[in-house]
């Protein structure tokens, strides 16, 4: 979708006046240039513009209350100082991902406000000292891709791992304690119902135990009665052999 089309829609029946934030990522520039954005949006105070194909800035209109800007994953290279001109109260760049190469190219941001500036994936970074030489260029600058000259991180950053920190544990105090009480009944509970399914088992095994001795007598009984049998006839029949030899006799 072209650049200008997209801002029309954005707009959704209100005047360029009446707008604060405008987002236009990903939609295309026809020339590399910024279409369709006038200096009849004067309350405009953030803009983004992520990977729309731009190469220049010169068509910037004068953006006088813009404090944060998202340039990102563009063909920019130069023409920042077009920024100090129409966008005097930035305090937010993000040029990430553009073709930016020298220090002098970003010597050109004369902002006095500018407090946070994101250079990633940019050909600059990888100059020697980079980070060091750019805070030296422009010490208005307090966070560069995202920490400042210490390494700290920049304070949105920290303020949400805060929150969330926060947030944390306050879920996991009450959380906490519920869990313990849980798993203190589920004990409790869990120990009475051990008890008394140990204690049935003992009464099953008891049981089980008398039901095997009496087995253990059944079987046992009709093996001694067997056995009386035996003994009953192997006895009734040395008597008949004893009456056949009277008989003989």
Partial sequence: MEMKKRISLELRNRTPAEVAELVVDNCRSSDGEVEGLTDDFKELEFLSMVNV?????????SLPKL??????DNNISGGLETLSEKCPNLTYLNLSG????????VEALNLKNLKSLDLFNCEIT???EYRESIFELLPQVVYLDGFDAEDNEAPDSEADDDDDDEDGEEGTGPLGDYDDEDDDDEG?????VGLSYLTKEGIQDEDDDDDYVEEEEEEAGEEGAGV?????KRAAEDEGEDDDDDDDD
């Fill in 188 to 192: 409790s509970e869990g120990g009475e």
């Fill in 228 to 232: 009386r049998g035996e003994k009953r």
């Fill in 126 to 128: 990888t100059l020697e």
């Fill in 98 to 105: 553009n073709k930016i190469k020298e220090l002098s190219t």
């Fill in 53 to 61: 194909g731009l190469t220049s800035l010169a068509k910037l209109p």
């Fill in 67 to 72: 404090r944060k800007l998202e340039l990102s």
